[in-house]
């Protein structure tokens, strides 16, 4: 079954880091053009937060995260993870991986048709 798993969300103090993980299965993460991850924050829309190329060729940020998250893979365990330091209270979230099979990671976050259920992330004292 292709499917792709988040892990790792979970309840942080405001500067706080957290490591999410994204497993794939049923196909490996070389063979997508790209794996992005996005995350829906209560009562906003989905956003794109950073997304990495095949070959680890670029990756992309939001603004909002930039110079506090980290975007890297392990082709080896098949995973792709997203490092999350300085978080803030508006980084609360549910945080999605999802893999695009043609377009490559770009600012327009766009083409990803494989879905994980999210992992929920909340940044509060």
């Known amino acids: 079954q292709v499917q792709v798993v988040e892990s790792g969300g979970g309840l942080v103090q405001p500067g706080g880091s957290l490591r999410l993980s994204c497993a794939a299965s049923g196909f490996t993460v070389e063979s997508y053009a790209a794996i992005g991850w996005f995350r829906r924050a209560p009562g906003k829309e989905r956003e794109g937060v950073s997304c990495i190329t095949r070959g680890d060729t670029s990756a992309t940020y939001a603004d909002s995260v930039r110079g506090r998250f980290t975007i890297s893979r392990d082709n080896a365990k098949n995973m792709v993870y997203l490092q999350l330091n300085s978080l803030k209270p508006e980084d609360t979230a549910v945080y999605y991986c999802?893999?695009?099979?043609?377009?490559?990671?770009?600012?327009?976050?766009?083409?990803?048709?494989?879905w994980g259920l999210g992992t929920q992330v909340t940044v509060s004292s």
């Open positions: 999802a893999a695009s099979k043609y377009y490559p990671c770009s600012p327009a976050f766009q083409g990803y048709g494989l």
